[in-house]
């Protein structure tokens, strides 16, 4: 192993392989995050429940957290509004749910505490419902003409490049413009003849903003929102701040906390919505900003494309289509079950080796053909009968589940008004968490 800097921590981390990057603290070889801990009650920070603190330093430390003052900052601001997009507590409240987020161990725990015989009445409705959306899926992997200057390297060698990145965020637009959401601009003339062909964007979970930077190089958007609580180094803002007549706002916020309606420079305009990767309930979340609360001053959404990612994180409170889920014949607990074997589809790369909509249903038959079926009999426990399935087995049930999850997001739109549908982007050899949901306005003719 390569020696490392003496101002890092030592700290190593398995699962990624290398040490930790963070500084070490004085007289110590670790950071703070990695150093042994003092004897004494550590309680989480009220302000920022990433971190703990030691019982008795508490008091002093809230007045210094990094994030008051951020906090502070930010609830003075018309678009804040706490939980505005957090989903239904009342709902939850009937329900008796004594917590508001379900944890991965709480969701094992709840598939390990099922008879043989529940887990496999699941596998069988979980089969019975992707039949069901299985046809509503298509491959649609675009590298659109007016991304050749990204495709083609001709851009600022500043700007980062990973030609997998600028596949994904190329096929995301490309899917947009498709739709009829953005129109193709020519850069060497004026790109549209009014300022109203060419929408604002509003990016969430923008991280750095490169997606919007592509967007703002190949469609000529002039006014671009994003949306992220993190804070980043090295982002596109510089970039973006140096085209010319491009307005641009980085609001720092949680987007459940986001009143898409109470931002003054958005009300009223045209807009399309994109997301690559949004985590989990994050992409619940920014459906719910979008599209619940409409009225004649609200933002108007021309369409959306976003990539949906880290199905295993998602939540029962915050999803956005109970309907349809219960409908379906699927309880909250077995929502839960469905989010926690969603994360077979990506374990140890299996996902990247399912070949797309067909080909999961094909290696489903051919293992039923073979005779891959798990003998139960001698079996006692869920734990023994997953442990006794095969990866690819794995990997495709957790694709599924996603497919499920997603079909509902998916349904959900189109009944708020938009042509909506889901796509498979890129090859799942690029990246294995690779559907899109996009969507559009309805034609004249069809609404």
Not at 103 to 121: D, I, P, W
Request: contains cysteine.
């Amino acid at each position: 192993m390569a020696a490392r800097s003496g101002s890092r921590c030592n700290f190593w981390l398995p699962k990624k392989k290398r040490s930790c990057a963070n500084t070490r603290i004085e007289s110590s070889l670790f950071c703070g995050n990695h150093s042994q801990r003092s004897d004494g009650q550590w309680l989480p920070c009220p302000i920022d429940p990433s971190h703990s603190v030691l019982q008795e330093n508490l008091e002093s430390h809230v007045k210094r957290c990094p994030l008051l003052k951020q906090n502070v900052a930010l609830s003075g601001q018309v678009f804040y509004q706490k939980g505005i997009n957090a989903g239904n507590e009342e709902e939850e409240e009937k329900m008796g749910s004594c917590y508001s987020v379900v944890t991965s161990e709480m969701k094992r725990n709840l598939v390990y505490s099922m008879s043989v015989s529940e887990f496999h009445q699941l596998i069988k409705k979980i089969e019975a419902v992707h039949c069901s959306i299985r046809n509503d899926i298509e491959d649609s992997h675009l590298s659109p003409e007016a991304c050749n200057i990204w495709f083609n390297k001709e851009i600022d060698r500043k700007l980062p490049f990973q030609e997998k990145h600028v596949l994904q965020q190329g096929s995301i637009l490309g899917n947009l413009e498709k739709i009829g959401a953005l129109k193709r601009c020519n850069t060497n003339v004026e790109c549209c003849e009014k300022d109203d062909d060419v929408p604002a964007v509003v990016e969430f979970g923008a991280g750095r903003g490169y997606l919007t930077q592509m967007l703002a190089d190949c469609y000529g958007v002039k006014k671009v929102y994003l949306v992220e609580r993190k804070s980043y180094k090295l982002k596109a803002d510089r970039s973006l701040r140096q085209k010319e007549n491009l307005v641009l706002e980085r609001m720092r916020i949680d987007i459940e906390d986001l009143n898409l309606n109470a931002v003054e420079s958005l009300q009223g305009v045209s807009y399309v919505a994109v997301g690559k990767h949004l985590c989990g309930p994050a992409t619940d979340l920014s459906l719910r900003c979008c599209l619940s609360r409409q009225d004649g001053e609200s933002p108007v959404l021309r369409g959306l494309a976003i990539a949906t990612c880290c199905h295993h994180l998602c939540q029962w409170k915050s999803y956005i289509n109970k309907e349809y889920i219960i409908g379906m014949g699927i309880s909250k607990d077995e929502f839960h079950a469905l989010t926690w074997f969603t994360s077979w589809a990506v374990d140890d790369d299996h996902g990247s080796k399912v070949p797309g909509v067909e080909g999961i249903d094909l290696i489903a038959s051919k293992e039923e053909e073979d005779g891959d079926k798990v003998e139960d009999d001698s079996l006692s426990s869920v734990e023994e009968v997953v442990k006794k399935m095969k990866p690819m087995k794995r990997a495709v049930l957790g694709f599924k589940c996603k497919q499920i999850i997603d079909a509902g997001r998916m349904k959900w739109v189109k009944k708020h008004g938009l042509d909506s549908k889901l796509v498979k982007y890129i090859p799942a050899s690029i990246s294995p968490e690779n559907t899109l949901l996009v969507a559009g306005k309805l034609s004249p003719v069809l609404a």
